[in-house]
């Protein structure tokens, strides 16, 4: 595989242009650090660990590779305070934000040499962040599974490129090479993908989670708490059902919340799919076969290439 530049390599200082999401309870060192191995990003989820569980995270993965890595805060979480510390004192090269603007603790991560990258979801939300100072965006379309927003990735990619000049990250519904050529078409400069990566054999969500993904088609998946203002996508199940059920009684998003506390982990760490949250993107469908991150990144890399240069042929439309 030759090396892909971009904007976003050239920012990241990494071999492709392809970031691994940062996945609650399933994007941990060991995952991290095989994508940025093989010249990605792995990203560590700082999810709800604690500032020592983080601290041990950021300790584990150096010692697995040399190359750029992440993290990923969710900043509405009651750790994101003692994350970003922890993120500015380990002068971590990347940090993904999700849930808010990390305007506050941009200055402190800049004097650290960190990259920000916050997920939006609107071009004027990456328009307002570029102009506070981060680094690059991630333009995350509702076919991305967990936490989603309103606009699909085919119009909120080219609308946040169109509005910024800072390097855009493509998310939400891309698991192979066809979706790396899609979204450099669409303004892009690389992909993140969380879905995939789960079903990697350097990825240690429960054996049935991996199995449901393979399984499933692109209609599968199905989305949760509109009525609330707080939309996730994750696998139909008994757990979702009833969700839908508590929304049509019009339970606010306190009483669902209850529900759903606890609900990813057992999903992702107790294989419990009938009432864990699956949460998944719609690329479920695409995805066939659990293969190493190496293999995986390989495949992609070769896929897009070999379209690129296919698309270089077109002499007359």
Known sequence: MRQERTSLTKLLEIKYPILQGGMAWVAD?????AVSNVGGLGIIAGGS???????????EVRKLTSNPFGVNIMLLSPFAEEQMEIVRM??????????GSPSRFLDGLKSAGTKVIPVVASAGLAKRLEKQGVDAVIAEGMEAGGHIGKVTSMVLVPAVASATQIPVVAAGGIADGRGLVASLALGASGVQMGTRFICTSDCSAHFRYKEKI???NELDTVVTGNANGHPVRAFRNRLTRYIEELEKRGEGFEEIEKVAVGALKRAAKEGDVI????MAGQSSGLIKEVLSVSELIESIIEEAEEIIGHLGGITKW
Do not use: F, N, R, Y
């Not at 660990?49 to 300790?59: C, N, V, Y």
């Not at 380990?90 to 849930?99: Q, R």
């Open 49 to 59: 660990l604690s500032s020592e569980e983080l601290l041990a995270e950021i300790h």
């Open 214 to 216: 393979l399984s499933s």
């Open 29 to 33: 060192h060991t995952l991290a650090a």
């Open 90 to 99: 380990e002068k971590v090269p990347v940090v993904t934000t999700g849930a």
């Open 275 to 278: 009432s864990g949250s699956l």
